[in-house]
């Protein structure tokens, strides 16, 4: 329930473009032929370009090419709650000791 005198939670952030402003973007950058990820790609095989330059090219190029892995959670169960697990080798007579069946 809204309780006066919280701070905003949730929606979008200040200053975040919305929708029309976005597709106006994009529709500047086809009508003037301009395809961002082409010139990045132009800038980092570049000979003029710097490593560091290189690098934050192939960043950004990645963002829109590669789908992002989400951080995965581990739970590791302690140590005192495992029971040891006793495996005993013993020798064989080098004949099988399967004990199926077939019907």
């Not at 064989?92 to 019907?103: E, F, I, K, L, M």
């Amino acid at each position: 329930m809204f309780e006066e005198g919280h701070s905003k939670i949730g929606g979008r952030t200040k200053g975040t473009p919305n929708k029309i402003t976005l597709i106006r973007a994009d529709d500047l950058l086809l009508k003037l032929g301009i395809n961002p990820i082409q010139k990045l790609i132009e800038i980092a095989e570049s000979d003029e370009a710097t490593l560091d330059q290189r690098i934050n090219c192939y960043k950004e190029i990645a963002k829109y090419t590669y789908p992002r892995f989400k951080s995965q959670e581990l739970r590791v169960t302690p140590l005192e709650n495992l029971a040891p697990t006793v495996i005993k080798l013993v020798a064989g007579t080098g004949t099988s000791t399967s004990t199926s069946t077939s019907t």
